[in-house]
């Protein structure tokens, strides 16, 4: 029987199936009722003192009651209900088979519902707010609507995905659009999103496009591929017109080189992808398998011994200040070799336990240059338990000391409500910055008092690098010493709490300026060791971040005898006292003995050498150039940053060896 019974006397039925909600959804019926009116009566059963329970349409009642409480709906508001008759258990299955029995709408048909209001006269912020989605979401069904028909149609069939047709999205012009699904169709690999985003933008193709490296312009010509060149082109320039052809070759040579590498390294599998790096969509649904370095074979190790030999003799030949300039320049690149040499073979290739290697696999991507490459990463499966083999989790839910509940759930179940439990608290988090800020560093500064027997609770790692040398400490450094002393101020009372819950919201509680302290010392100590030169010592964004920051070198670090002149040579040491003081400082010290020249550069680069008042200034701003960052800031006063944006936590600026002295 349909009646029609206020809001205020419909109650939740403890029989009802539904028992978990999507914020989102909630929000989307919430602004359709309110725009539309109820378009489908709930079915509710007859409870004691007037009441009506509601069987089906739990949250069609919920948002009501939250439009009441916004006062747009009134509390007796008329709900149209079909009232059951039926009994308690017949009210269950009820309410699973209008619950259960449901299709989302196909997006197409969505985007053409969309395009129907806007035709009539609504504004995208309209359909948004009318349906409680965001303007974004409403654009993107728009776009769809514009798709060429035989996409369009696609999609509408399920011939092709969503990200595949938003992918034909990336361009307007449907000509390109229905080219590209022809193409696509009749190739004989599976196109994915990336593969047509890049075919729909790409009218054609550089000769030097990382796709023609890799087939060359030999067989991308014999597989009937058209080439256009202007008068100054040139093989890197020229373009090539087939780009689904192309596209549809280096799919299939990577895919013939992803099966021989399989083979070849007894893998399951090799994943290839025209990209240079390993999508996300790639590797999703993978887990990442444990693997360590290959060790050093007996041959390597006894090659790094005559390395390590050779390398002595030719510093040898350096720290003589006897030793001629041919010989000290042989020295030099012999030197550069042996290091070059023992990077290579120190970088080994990850390799993984044999049990886990049969069912393990990798991703070839293809590098910049048109070269496959194995990402040294090795990929599992995430297999799905049996479901006979399954005998159940005893779940206890509650909090300790309340009314607990005891179930059994399928561990397959319990796996896929955690999953989706995360990303309810995932999207949250995402959209509270200042929350996502504090997990970071207390997780990264957390790390220092984590149990490790404990599971961690994110992937967020930010191990201190080792550094090349074990156990070096530059304890006399002025840098060193001032973080130092800015790692004791840094207030650790948080990391009293007995877990990390109670160390979190104490970590929480501290003011602005400790937590923000404590984000500058979580990222600063991650930072690896460089130099400003090449080779494996060089890292240009850190010499970018140094030219942003502004850093003045020379007043965080002067060479000494210890720390610089007694460990090059004689040549290097006069080179400099050159650059500050000309020919004729350095020819004053051309007959010294490699010893006392290097205590002498020390005085000189201290700035209490007695000396021209010019030669000591340019002596004490005088820094090797592979201490300096690269690229150096145009102005100062542009380039330095203000404290209180750097680093809030140290209260103020960043002070010199110098000022702090003083």
Not at 299 to 321: K, M, P
Not at 353 to 359: C, G, V
Request: net charge negative; proline share 5%.
């Amino acid at each position: 029987m349909i009646k029609s019974i206020p809001l205020n006397k419909l109650v939740q039925s403890p029989r009802n199936v539904r028992r978990h909600g999507d914020p989102a959804a909630d929000a989307e019926l919430k602004a359709s009722i309110a725009a539309h009116g109820l378009l489908q009566n709930l079915i509710v059963r007859s409870a004691a003192k007037g009441k009506f329970e509601v069987e089906a349409g739990e949250r069609r009642r919920r948002a009501m009651l939250a439009l009441a409480d916004d006062k747009i709906l009134a509390r007796d508001h008329e709900v149209t209900c079909l009232v059951l008759e039926d009994s308690a258990e017949a009210a269950v299955e009820t309410s699973l088979a209008e619950n259960f029995h449901r299709l989302a709408m196909n997006p197409a048909d969505e985007a053409q519902a969309f395009a129907a209001l806007v035709a009539g006269g609504a504004t995208v912020e309209d359909v948004a707010r009318r349906f409680g989605l965001t303007v974004r979401f409403v654009d993107g069904r728009l776009r769809l609507a514009t798709l060429a028909p035989v996409v369009f149609e696609a999609l509408a069939s399920g011939e092709i995905t969503l990200d595949i047709a938003k992918a034909f999205g990336a361009t307007s012009d449907q000509d390109i659009q229905t080219r590209v699904f022809e193409q696509a169709s009749s190739a004989y690999y599976a196109p994915n999103p990336d593969s047509i985003r890049r075919m729909v933008l790409s009218g054609t193709v550089r000769g030097s496009d990382p796709r023609a490296r890799l087939i060359g312009r030999d067989a991308y010509v014999a597989a009937g591929g058209r080439i256009e060149r202007e008068l100054f082109d040139d093989d890197d320039s020229e373009s090539w017109v087939d780009v689904a052809l192309l596209e549809s070759l280096a799919a299939a040579k990577m895919e013939e080189q992803a099966k021989a590498l399989a083979a070849e390294q007894g893998l399951a599998w090799v994943k290839p992808t025209l990209d240079p790096y390993a999508s996300h969509d790639l590797v999703e649904g993978l887990v990442r398998l444990p693997a360590e370095p290959a060790p050093l074979t007996d041959a390597e190790l006894a090659r790094l011994d005559e390395l390590d030999a050779s390398y002595d003799e030719h510093a040898a030949i350096l720290e003589d200040e006897d030793s001629a300039e041919e010989a000290v320049a042989a020295a030099e690149a012999a030197i550069q070799g042996i290091e070059r040499e023992c990077q290579e073979i120190r970088a080994r290739p990850p390799v993984i336990a044999p049990e886990l290697k049969a069912e393990a696999g990798m991703v070839l991507v293809l590098s910049r240059d048109g070269t496959p490459v194995l990402q040294p990463v090795f990929y599992g499966e995430r297999q799905a338990e049996p479901v006979e083999a399954d005998d159940g989790i005893e779940v206890v839910a509650g909090e300790e000391g309340s009314d607990r509940r005891r179930t059994t759930l399928s561990k397959r179940l319990v796996d896929e409500l955690a999953m989706q439990r995360r990303d309810v608290l995932a999207l949250h988090v995402a959209s509270d910055p200042g929350l996502a800020l504090d997990i970071m560093v207390f997780t990264l500064a957390d790390a220092d008092t984590h149990d490790w027997r404990s599971r961690p609770s994110t992937t967020l790692r930010a191990p201190v690098p080792a550094g090349p040398i074990i156990g070096f400490e530059a304890k006399d450094a002025p840098a060193s010493s001032a973080l130092a002393e800015l790692r004791s101020g840094l207030d650790e009372s948080w990391r009293a709490g007995p877990d990390a819950t109670s160390r979190f919201d104490l970590f929480r509680a501290l003011p602005d300026e400790s937590r923000a302290a404590w984000l500058g010392f979580v990222v600063a100590r991650s930072l690896e060791a460089s130099l400003n030169m090449t080779g494996e010592r060089q890292l240009p964004f850190q010499d970018h971040l140094g030219s942003l920051i502004g850093i003045d070198m020379a007043q965080w670090w002067r060479p000494t005898a210890a720390n610089y002149f007694d460990r090059v040579s004689k040549q290097v040491i006069l080179d400099a006292l050159t650059d500050v003081g000309g020919l004729e400082l350095s020819s004053r010290f051309a007959s010294v003995k490699k010893g006392d020249l290097a205590m002498s550069a020390e005085r000189v680069f201290a700035g209490t050498y007695i000396t021209e008042v010019e030669v000591r200034e340019k002596a004490l701003a005088w820094v090797p150039e592979v201490m300096r960052f690269a690229s150096a800031a145009p102005e100062a006063d542009e380039a330095e940053i203000d404290a209180s944006d750097a680093a809030p936590g140290v209260e103020g600026e960043i002070h010199t060896p110098r000022e702090l002295a003083a």
